[in-house]
T-cell receptor
Framework: DQQVKQNSPSLSVQEGRISILNCDYT??????FLWYKKYPAEGPTFLIS?????DKNEDGRFTVFLNKSAKHLSLHIVPSQPGDSAVYFC????????????FGTGTRLKVLA | NAGVTQTPKFQVLKTGQSMTLQCAQD?????MSWYRQDPGMGLRLIHY???????DQGEVPNGYNVSRSTTEDFPLRLLSAAPSQTSVYFC?????????????FGQGTRLTVV
């Protein structure tokens, strides 16, 4: 039972264009969401997060959008750069209680120069 | 700051052998956790701990044991290695005193069980 789903295993985008990565969740108790980036042979690194009280959070080229009614979040990267090529994981957690994150299966982004 | 340190980086085990994956963090984080990453499966939570002396099971705990005697260390023990435990293992830690915060990950341990 996958509570956090990333239905696109891979995505290719031209340099300079927008990359949109999607994530869906099923558990309505999730109220904090994060995106992580992972390069080969490295650990995941935190990118950006959003609380359920917001519907948008921006950090430089990265914006996360949250649609609670649809149980959907997306990560927008504008403009995309070759260095953004990596695997992106979304994660969700419940604000109180166990503090544990549930991760999606990841989307491999390739930015073409 | 070293952050989260995992050792070893690589390990090959024979079926039935036991071993301990080490994880240490120097950020005084209360929460620590272990994940495994497998192709097409993402990161799955094995065990986690919200403080010294407190541990709990995640999504895939079978075949693994943990303990948390100090805030800094959270070792993961494989009791009797099986080929299905071939994976990349990541340790993560985060603070919990300010509500939801991001977790910091180690570099990973690539384990092969033959």
């Amino acid at each position: 039972d996958q509570q956090v789903k990333q239905n696109s295993p891979s995505l290719s985008v031209q340099e300079g264009r927008i990359s949109i990565l999607n994530c869906d969740y099923t558990n309505s108790m999730f109220d904090y969401f994060l995106w992580y980036k992972k390069y080969p042979a490295e650990g995941p690194t935190f990118l950006i997060s959003i609380s359920s009280i917001k519907d948008k959070n921006e950090d430089g080229r990265f914006t996360v959008f949250l649609n609670k009614s649809a149980k959907h979040l997306s990560l927008h990267i504008v403009p995309s750069q070759p260095g953004d090529s990596a695997v992106y994981f979304c994660a969700a957690s419940v604000r109180t209680g166990t503090y544990k994150y549930i991760f999606g299966t990841g989307t491999r982004l390739k930015v073409l120069a | 700051n070293a952050g989260v340190t995992q050792t070893p980086k690589f390990q090959v085990l024979k079926t039935g052998q036991s071993m301990t994956l080490q994880c240490a963090q120097d950020m005084n984080h209360e929460y620590m956790s272990w994940y495994r990453q497998d192709p097409g499966m993402g990161l799955r939570l094995i065990h986690y701990s919200v403080g010294a002396g407190i541990t709990d099971q995640g999504e895939v705990p079978n075949g693994y044991n943990v303990s948390r005697s100090t805030t800094e260390d959270f070792p993961l023990r494989l009791l009797s290695a099986a080929p299905s435990q071939t994976s990349v293992y990541f340790c993560a830690s985060r603070r919990t005193d300010r509500g939801n915060t991001e977790a910091f990950f180690g570099q990973g341990t690539r384990l092969t069980v033959v």
